[in-house]
T-cell receptor
Framework: GQNIDQPTEMTATEGAIVQINCTYQ??????LFWYQQHAGEAPTFLSY??LDGLEEKGRFSSFLSRSKGYSYLLLKELQMKDSASYLC??????????WGAGTKLIIKP | NAGVTQTPKFRILKIGQSMTLQCTQD?????MYWYRQDPGMGLKLIYY???????DKGEVPNGYNVSRSTTEDFPLRLELAAPSQTSVYFC?????????????FGPGTRLTVT
């Protein structure tokens, strides 16, 4: 079966750094996405990885290891507005997105 | 551009009723998708379309139907609503091409079936 695992919830302090992990087992791999979803809102795109390594975009970075079926999203200089759920999604061999349940990130002052 | 719009935002249905969730995008995207998201769960693909006149089932199509007569519109039909269909429904679209293109989401429809 296809499976994506993320921690259910994480807590971090404003100004700190947090790493959200994602492991996946899918039928094929054609890329991995990270989306941000604020409570009651739609998901919005954060990053895309298809090759191994780190992609940096401002305060957010995303890492991929295809051999390990593993990715992480790194958020630096945390702000209160970063409180949201972070969804990991993998494009499988049929080019369909398989979604993880999301990690709810709580930022404390 | 308005992006992806969905109506209604909220709806309460009685068991056995039917309704259509509307979705429109003005970005000329070929690909469109319908997802449902249950509390604490990931998005589940209901149906998708790669262009006008073409639709295909996703992971959880039972109890739903779709049509795609134009590039812009992708309505989702619920027949004989059941409590298990209580969920938040998101429509999304993306450009054609390789798998690297992000999906753009509408604001969602919150449906309760009682």
């Amino acid at each position: 079966g296809q499976n994506i695992d993320q921690p259910t919830e994480m807590t971090a302090t404003e100004g700190a750094i947090v790493q959200i992990n994602c492991t996946y087992q899918t039928s094929g791999f054609n890329g991995l996405f990270w989306y941000q979803q604020h409570a009651g809102e739609a998901p919005t795109f954060l990053s895309y990885n298809v090759l191994d390594g780190l992609e940096e975009k401002g305060r957010f970075s995303s890492f991929l290891s295809r051999s390990k079926g593993y990715s992480y999203l790194l958020l630096k200089e945390l702000q209160m507005k970063d409180s949201a759920s972070y969804l990991c999604a993998v494009t499988d061999s049929n080019y369909q997105l398989i979604w993880g349940a999301g990690t709810k990130l709580i930022i404390k002052p | 551009n308005a992006g992806v719009t969905q109506t209604p935002k909220f709806r309460i249905l009685k068991i056995g009723q039917s309704m259509t969730l509307q979705c429109t995008q003005d970005m000329n995207h070929n690909y469109m998708y319908w997802y449902r998201q249950d509390p604490g769960m990931g998005l589940k693909l209901i149906y998708y379309s790669v262009g006008a006149g073409i639709t295909d089932k996703g992971e959880v199509p039972n109890g739903y139907n779709v049509s795609r007569s134009t590039t812009e519109d992708f309505p989702l039909r619920l027949e004989l609503a059941a409590p298990s269909q209580t969920s938040v429904y998101f429509c999304a679209s993306s450009p054609p091409g390789d798998s690297s293109y992000e999906q753009y989401f509408g604001p969602g429809t919150r449906l309760t079936v009682t």
